[in-house]
């Protein structure tokens, strides 16, 4: 491996690069205020529902799935409006479905903790895992081919997800405590290589059916080919796997979430394969990536060729996680055009500020990412990475990176300032760094197979 040090490197790479100005030109910082305004907002009826006239009852103790369904199912065939669920701990034994027209509000002091009893979760539905179509449990919150709906208000959803139940089907996991998998308990492992295996056979995705005996876990919050989408201000807790998984769906809209969810592949957001999505005023506090954008993965993300693209990401806290803003690793269908700025990313459990992951089992491209005025504090890991090695994996699809532009980031503290490593056979084609300061890094960057790198005005102050 060749490491340069990040000074070398700068003097090395003086010489302004060409960097594809025209693609930073058609699309750049300007697009923001398009992509926002074209996402518009969700409108429902102004009529409300209440969940406890259709037998719900926070007592801790009734089960209130049937009732709160009831009240949505009520709603939208009233033409809309909102279904409120009033002050109150609310026990649901099984998937919530939201509908057209529909916003779920879930008032303040408000929890619905999700049964972990899987089968409460049957019968399956199409949804995907890891990047693969199939048929599974259904996530806790579901929602699918729909258009405007909501999921409101300042309560909590909590799946109560823990290594006693959804967790241990992870197996062996670095964050897992010793005594949450014994040795030989089964695991996940069987039924995601045969999932992986029928999308590669072209197994039609409807007869890859999983869910009983398979321990592959949901996604919390699912819009499945959904269309403007709200998701505002609630708190979610302790997910089976992926928090928040719009999958190809256009208009979305993820605001004042917070997310508390610290188990194995616990992403914060992972927006896959879909158009215009705005996330903002977010805190994330994870135990995967905090946000985490997808594109299928491999056979099935070529196959569906549906890019994750016109994405913003603004105004959000990033505090534990492997890293704040993610692309990849299932990214087949591609990723583009992704606007990041005004985060603050800090935690000693925070691994990475940006990262790009990917290998060349996986094809597809991330390019044009924008990032600005990001305040790191500290991160364990790098503030900038790149690796095109992931999960050690090789293949005959190399990914092509190119056109990802930082600037105004600022870090005070981590092991590397950035971490590039791309295939030698398939650089990195081009990044640009301007106006940084990269702060108190403990050891030189990693600077490898990258085609062009521009820094001007990159600072590395020494401590
Ligand atoms: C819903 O009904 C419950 C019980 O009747 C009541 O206490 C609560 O105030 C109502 N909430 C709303 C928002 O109407
Ligand atoms: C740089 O980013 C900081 C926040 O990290 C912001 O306060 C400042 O205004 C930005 N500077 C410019 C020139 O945009
Ligand atoms: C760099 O910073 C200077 C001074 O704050 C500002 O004028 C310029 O626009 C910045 N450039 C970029 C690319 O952010
Ligand atoms: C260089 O970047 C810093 C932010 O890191 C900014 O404050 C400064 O104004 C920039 N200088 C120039 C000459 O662009």
Redesign the pocket.
């Known amino acids: 491996m060749k490491y340069i040090t990040a000074f070398a490197a700068a003097v090395l790479l003086t010489c302004p690069i060409s960097v594809s100005h025209a693609d930073e030109a058609a699309v750049g910082w300007h697009s923001v205020d398009d992509i926002v305004a074209r996402i518009g907002s969700t409108h429902f009826p102004d009529k409300d529902f209440n969940a406890t006239d259709f037998g719900a009852r926070g007592d801790g103790q009734t089960d209130s799935q049937e009732a709160i369904n009831n009240a949505i199912e009520a709603c939208h065939e009233a033409g809309g409006g909102r279904v409120v669920v009033p002050a109150g701990e609310y026990r649901v034994d099984g998937p919530v479905r939201l509908k057209s027209n529909v916003n779920l509000h879930l008032a303040a002091e408000c929890t619905l903790r999700f049964s972990t009893r899987p089968s409460d979760y049957l019968p399956v539905v199409f949804t995907r895992f890891e990047g693969t179509e199939l048929m599974n449990y259904s996530p806790p919150i579901y929602a699918f081919e729909e258009t405007n709906i909501g999921l409101t208000g300042s309560g909590v959803i909590d799946a109560q997800a823990d290594f006693d139940n959804w967790w241990k089907w992870k197996g062996a996991w670095s964050g897992t405590p010793a005594n949450a998998l014994k040795d030989g308990d089964p695991d996940q492992s069987n039924a995601i290589d045969q999932v992986r295996a029928q999308a590669d056979e072209g197994v039609p995705a409807e007869q890859r059916v999983y869910g009983e005996g398979s321990m592959l876990r949901s996604s919390f919050v699912q819009p499945y080919r959904c269309k403007d989408v709200l998701i505002e201000g609630i708190t979610v807790k302790n997910s089976p796997m992926w928090c928040l998984h719009p999958v190809l769906s256009e208009n979305v809209i993820v605001r004042g979430v917070t997310v508390d969810s610290h188990g194995p592949n616990n992403d914060g957001c992972n927006p896959e394969s879909c158009r215009y999505v705005l996330i903002e005023g977010c805190t994330f506090d994870t135990g995967d990536d905090c946000i985490a954008i997808k594109s299928g993965r491999n056979t099935d993300g070529r196959r569906l060729n549906r890019p994750s693209e016109f994405y913003v990401i603004r105004n959000c806290k990033m505090r534990d996680g492997h890293g704040g803003v993610v692309l990849g690793s299932e990214m087949s269908g591609g990723v583009r055009n992704i606007f990041v700025e005004d985060c603050e990313m800090d935690s000693p459990h925070l691994e990475r500020a940006i990262r790009l992951k990917s290998n060349s089992n996986r094809g597809g491209y991330l390019e044009n990412l924008f990032v600005r005025n990001v305040q790191v504090g500290e991160v364990s890991d790098a503030v900038l990475r790149v690796n095109l090695y992931y999960a050690h994996e090789t293949g005959e699809h190399p990914p092509v990176v190119r056109n990802i532009f930082v600037e105004?980031l600022?870090s005070q503290k981590s092991r590397y300032a950035f971490y590039f490593r791309g295939l030698e056979e398939h650089p990195i084609a081009s990044i640009t760094i301007r106006?940084?300061?990269f702060a108190g890094a403990d050891k030189p960057s990693v600077i490898e197979h990258v085609k062009q790198l521009t820094m001007e005005?990159v600072?590395f102050p020494l401590e």
């Open positions: 105004n600022s106006n940084c300061t005005n600072t």
